[in-house]
């Protein structure tokens, strides 16, 4: 029983650093608040539109970004100070929160206004994205890295738990705009904490123009095995899973009978179930072996549960099958991401996030509106139970290949010094 419970609080351990300490409070504060927006803006667009093609376009605009900058994105996080980077970013994300707010207290909103925020909001999150996931390695230094990165995904989950019951809430009873005034303010916290954070970031150790930097770590990615399919499991989550969710504001309006509170419980119940599934299931889940076996058993987790949910009416068990596949659904984004990096020299880290980023949200944009428009076509539910077939199938097909199944833990260390030669 003691060496369960010693795995299972593994990952806090970093917490015993000040910085992290900092960095995380700030975080969870802004996390709320950005959970809150989420909820809102879809709902917005719901309520404007009626329409699942328009929630894939606004997923469409908010994502393009990551494929077409991808190349620079990491490029800039490796040779700049990636807490500044952070701090430019988070002035201009609640810059972006106020002028919503602005527009929807006003009573001028209109979708196209929507879908411009979105696309800008998309830019400057990849930036901040690519960042924040390499300053984490930052302040935990090597040997940590997995653990702060589980440990801040838990926290995206917790606050997952509050932000969208909260949004449903004031939206229901005070209106929309609350939502994105909250979340503006929030971010406050996240830029004081990243101002009283010590750390400094790691530099690359290779000077270059952007492209060639770039193409360093794309030599790096595509010369590493284990690299490449760790992406490839965490694409088929990106495609089929992450689009499912943009299709909960229309679920829970048509298919569950609800209002903006209904959402707030699905996306609450997602959020609880990746909470659980990085805090309990992980830390075991870490301990095999073979990761593509974890991250495909996970995957597969997830997709027979979206699977269920596509076939239920009644709120309570569509809530349950949420959580049951934000359980796996959890594991396979926080191993994914945790692996890359800790597969990746410490200069050349922010540069395979982004080309791990690029490769994952390039395919989303196009998944968003083929899964948006598919379900305006053959219906909500039909179009949920195909992702998660899909999600079902891909890695059990993957799966039966030998060299992937072969492929061990205990090998990375030996991969990455043979593939750093020259870089």
């Known amino acids: 029983m003691e060496g369960v419970w010693q795995v299972l609080v593994s990952n806090f351990t970093?917490?015993?650093?000040?910085?992290?300490?900092?960095?995380?409070?700030?975080n969870a504060i802004s996390l709320v608040g950005d959970w809150m927006q989420q909820t809102a803006q879809a709902w917005v667009v719901w309520q404007l539109t009626h329409n699942a093609t328009a929630l894939g376009v606004v997923a469409f605009f908010s994502q393009l970004p990551f494929f077409l900058f991808g190349p620079w994105v990491g490029v800039v996080s490796d040779r700049y100070d990636r807490r500044k980077i952070l701090i430019v970013t988070q002035v201009l994300i609640m810059s972006f929160a106020f002028i919503l707010a602005f527009l929807v207290q006003s009573?001028?909103?209109?979708?196209?206004?929507?879908?411009?925020?979105?696309?800008?909001?998309?830019?400057?999150?990849?930036?901040?994205?690519?960042?924040?996931?390499?300053?984490?390695?930052d302040i935990a230094g090597d040997g940590n890295i997995r653990k702060a990165i589980a440990l801040n995904n838990s926290l995206t989950q917790l606050t997952r738990l509050v932000g969208p019951a909260l949004a449903g809430y004031l939206i229901a009873q005070i209106g929309v705009a609350t939502s994105f005034w909250v979340n503006g303010v929030s971010i406050l916290a996240c830029i004081f904490c990243l101002l009283a954070v010590r750390s400094r970031s790691t530099?690359?150790?290779?000077?270059?123009?952007?492209?060639?930097?770039?193409?360093?770590?794309?030599?790096?990615?595509?010369?590493?095995?284990?690299?490449?399919?760790?992406v490839v499991f965490a694409s088929v989550?990106?495609?089929?899973g992450l689009s499912t969710i943009q299709l909960l504001p229309a679920i829970a309006s048509v298919v569950l009978k609800g209002d903006a509170n209904t959402l707030g419980r699905l996306l609450g119940a997602a959020g609880g179930g990746a909470l659980v599934g990085i805090l309990?299931?992980?830390p075991f889940v870490e301990r095999i072996k073979r990761p593509c076996m974890a991250i495909?058993?996970?995957?597969?987790w997830s997709g027979v549960w979206y699977a269920a949910f596509s076939l239920t009416d009644r709120l309570w068990i569509a809530m349950i099958c949420q959580f049951m596949t934000s359980l796996g659904a959890a594991n396979v984004v926080?191993?994914?991401?945790g692996l890359s990096q800790e597969l990746?020299?410490?200069?050349?880290?922010?540069?395979?996030?982004?080309?791990?980023?690029?490769i994952i949200f390039g395919l989303q944009p196009v998944a968003s509106y083929l899964i948006g428009a598919g379900a305006d076509r053959i219906g909500l539910q039909p179009m949920v139970l195909i992702n998660g077939v899909m999600m079902v199938l891909v890695p059990v097909l993957l799966l039966t290949i030998p060299r992937l199944r072969q492929l061990r833990r205990g090998a990375r260390e030996e991969e990455v010094k043979d593939h750093c030669v020259g870089f």
Do not use: C
């Open 14 to 26: 970093v917490l015993r650093k000040r910085d992290m300490r900092i960095y995380l409070t700030g």
């Open 107 to 137: 009573n001028i909103l209109r979708l196209w206004h929507v879908y411009i925020l979105a696309f800008l909001l998309g830019v400057v999150s990849a930036f901040d994205v690519t960042a924040e996931q390499a300053f984490i390695g």
């Open 203 to 230: 530099k690359a150790a290779t000077p270059g123009k952007g492209m060639q930097q770039f193409r360093e770590g794309w030599r790096f990615f595509i010369r590493h095995p284990l690299l490449r399919l760790i």
């Open 237 to 240: 989550q990106a495609f089929f």
């Open 280 to 282: 309990v299931v992980m």
């Open 296 to 300: 495909g058993g996970a995957l597969i």
């Open 334 to 337: 926080t191993l994914s991401i």
């Open 344 to 358: 990746t020299p410490p200069g050349m880290r922010a540069r395979i996030v982004s080309v791990f980023l690029m």
